[in-house]
């Protein structure tokens, strides 16, 4: 796999234990990378390193290419168009003129009607898609974008998404987020940073499949159209199938709510692997069947915290 962004024994120290510790990244030179962490965890130190703003106090960092960066509030010359600030961005990385290249990028970034507008009276959601605009304009094989979709509205944080999976599928990007369902919807590979250290890094399905718990939550369907009936059948489905997943070796089955079991397995595995037989030989209408703990917020949630219980128990 070549990779976009190596790095080795990274580290800096601001004092006090903060900073950066032994941090060896590997991000893919294709593909969208999601950097999460706690507030303070040094997302944005780890970002200016990379990024050449600031120097590492140790460590190496290979790149698979240029470089380029836009920050959680990207600023523009107010008295710019549009236009002119893509075309800026392109000049500073010593790149020929091309209006045509220019309004495509704005036209990708969905500025393109508003190309020669002054940009200083611009909305959160604009400016942030003209940072987007600016730096794909830089022309990078690496593109890192700080918080993109922060204090976004819901289309705006689409939009930004969308735009995300796209420049990931032709190139190297790094995004930070706090938004974990976003970083769900758009990831191939996620590193998490904790206290300036790595936690974790790989693909999404594996830290999802690291953080699935062993219980399923599984909700059985009524008879529908039957008015004030659907309680009485919703509980004698429920009866029946809590009876017949008891039956089952090794499962261990509680009542959840009026139309929900919860179903435990001994572990994650066994439960991927027997869940779906067990419902069907129990033979009853099922509407669902979830994960109690199989999303990003958990695993995130899971590793961080049983990171915080390790370094506690260290005696100093
Ligand atoms: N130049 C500096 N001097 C001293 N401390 C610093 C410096 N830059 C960052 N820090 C500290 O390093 C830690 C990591 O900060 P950083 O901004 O990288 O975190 P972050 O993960 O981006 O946080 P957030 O999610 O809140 O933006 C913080 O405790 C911060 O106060």
Same mark, same amino acid.
């Given at each position: 796999?070549?990779?976009?962004?190596?790095?080795?024994?990274?580290?800096?120290?601001?004092?006090?234990?903060?900073?950066?510790?032994?941090?060896?990244?590997?991000?893919?030179?294709?593909?969208?990378?999601?950097?999460?962490?706690?507030?303070?965890?040094?997302?944005?130190?780890?970002?200016?390193?990379?990024?050449?703003?600031?120097?590492?106090?140790?460590?190496?960092?290979?790149?698979?290419?240029?470089?380029?960066?836009?920050?959680?509030?990207?600023?523009?010359?107010?008295?710019?168009?549009?236009?002119?600030?893509?075309?800026?961005?392109?000049?500073?990385?010593?790149?020929?003129?091309?209006?045509?290249?220019?309004?495509?990028?704005?036209?990708?970034?969905?500025?393109?009607?508003?190309?020669?507008?002054?940009?200083?009276?611009?909305? $959160? @959601?604009?400016?942030?898609?003209?940072?987007?605009? +600016?730096?794909? &304009? /830089? !022309?990078?094989?690496? *593109?890192?974008? #700080?918080?993109?979709?922060?204090?976004?509205?819901?289309?705006?944080?689409?939009?930004?998404?969308?735009?995300?999976?796209?420049?990931?599928?032709?190139?190297?990007?790094?995004?930070?987020?706090?938004?974990?369902?976003?970083?769900?919807?758009?990831?191939?590979?996620?590193?998490?940073?904790?206290?300036?250290?790595?936690?974790?890094?790989?693909?999404?399905?594996?830290?999802?499949?690291?953080?699935?718990?062993?219980?399923?939550?599984?909700?059985?369907?009524?008879?529908?159209?039957?008015?004030?009936?659907?309680?009485?059948?919703?509980?004698?489905?429920?009866?029946?199938?809590?009876?017949?997943?008891?039956?089952?070796?090794?499962?261990?089955?509680?009542? $959840? @709510?009026?139309?929900?079991?919860?179903?435990?397995? +001994?572990?994650? &595995? /066994? !439960?991927?692997?027997? *869940?779906?037989? #067990?419902?069907?030989?129990?033979?009853?209408?099922?509407?669902?069947?979830?994960?109690?703990?199989?999303?990003?917020?958990?695993?995130?949630?899971?590793?961080?915290?049983?990171?915080?219980?390790?370094?506690?128990?260290?005696?100093?």
């Amino acid at each position: 796999m070549t990779a976009g962004i190596r790095t080795r024994d990274l580290g800096i120290d601001f004092g006090g234990g903060v900073g950066l510790h032994d941090v060896d990244l590997e991000v893919p030179a294709r593909g969208v990378h999601a950097l999460i962490g706690p507030n303070g965890a040094g997302k944005t130190t780890l970002f200016s390193i990379l990024t050449g703003l600031v120097p590492p106090g140790r460590g190496t960092v290979i790149l698979g290419g240029r470089i380029a960066y836009c920050p959680d509030t990207p600023e523009h010359e107010p008295w710019l168009t549009a236009a002119e600030v893509v075309a800026q961005s392109r000049a500073l990385c010593g790149l020929p003129r091309d209006a045509t290249s220019d309004r495509t990028v704005l036209a990708r970034c969905g500025l393109v009607e508003v190309a020669d507008r002054r940009v200083g009276s611009w909305s $959160r @959601g604009m400016t942030q898609r003209l940072g987007i605009a +600016a730096t794909i &304009a /830089t !022309g990078a094989d690496v *593109l890192v974008l #700080d918080e993109p979709t922060s204090a976004l509205d819901p289309f705006g944080q689409a939009e930004v998404l969308r735009l995300v999976r796209e420049l990931g599928d032709e190139r190297c990007l790094v995004l930070s987020s706090h938004s974990l369902a976003a970083v769900e919807r758009v990831a191939d590979t996620v590193s998490i940073l904790h206290r300036g250290r790595l936690l974790w890094q790989g693909t999404l399905p594996a830290l999802l499949a690291d953080g699935l718990s062993a219980t399923w939550i599984v909700r059985v369907a009524g008879v529908a159209g039957v008015a004030g009936m659907n309680d009485v059948n919703d509980a004698a489905d429920l009866g029946v199938l809590e009876e017949r997943l008891r039956a089952r070796p090794g499962v261990v089955v509680a009542r $959840r @709510g009026p139309a929900e079991l919860t179903v435990t397995y +001994a572990d994650a &595995a /066994t !439960g991927t692997r027997r *869940l779906a037989s #067990d419902l069907a030989a129990a033979a009853v209408p099922v509407v669902s069947a979830t994960p109690e703990a199989g999303d990003l917020d958990s695993a995130f949630v899971a590793l961080v915290t049983a990171h915080d219980r390790r370094t506690e128990e260290i005696p100093t």
